[in-house]
């Protein structure tokens, strides 16, 4: 093949020396050639890759056919790695655990907060009540105080509210 191949160059170099007539056609035949080559040189390839294949494959069942075989022996299993996964989980379970119990106490704390708040919202309603005052009394004072802070244009709309 190789010979072919460097005979396929040269023939190349001598198509520089034929008469421009007959270059164009020679050339082609060359280039034909050497396409020809090129598939010839890959069939063989693929011929001698499955030989090669064919080959190994009778060697590995010559070796299994000629191989003594015998029962197995004691099967160990390494369960340190199993036994390390289970503690493990083991320990994000009680981790879980224990974040549920304190998110839950948390929820409980709040509760126990609002209800505190709303029994001291009533008792600060009723002890405005029971001072005879309005709710809204309050309110206006503060306006009243803003007004004041800002410098108030109608001073007397302020005095009004105040003694009422």
């Not at 056919?65 to 099967?75: A, E, G, I, K, P």
């Not at 839950?104 to 209800?115: A, D, N, R, V, Y």
């Amino acid at each position: 093949m190789d010979i072919i191949y460097q005979n396929c160059n040269r023939l190349d170099i001598l198509i520089n020396k034929e008469p421009p007539a007959r270059r164009n056609n020679i050339k082609y035949k060359v280039d034909q050639l050497k396409y020809d080559l090129k598939h010839v040189q890959n069939s063989l390839a693929i011929l001698q890759q499955r030989r090669c294949v064919r080959e190994r494959e009778k060697e590995e069942r010559e070796a299994l056919l000629s191989r003594n075989f015998t029962t197995n022996d004691d099967t160990s299993i390494f369960l340190d790695y199993e036994l390390h996964h289970h503690d493990k989980l083991g320990e994000s379970n009680r981790a879980l655990d224990e974040l549920l119990g304190a998110g839950g106490s948390i929820l409980e704390g709040l509760k126990h907060q609002g209800s505190s708040l709303k029994s001291a919202h009533t008792r600060v309603i009723s002890l405005a009540q029971t001072l005879d005052l309005a709710i809204l009394t309050p309110l206006r004072l503060g306006n009243t105080k803003r007004t004041d802070r800002e410098g108030s244009k109608h001073p007397q709309v302020i005095n009004s509210t105040i003694e009422s």
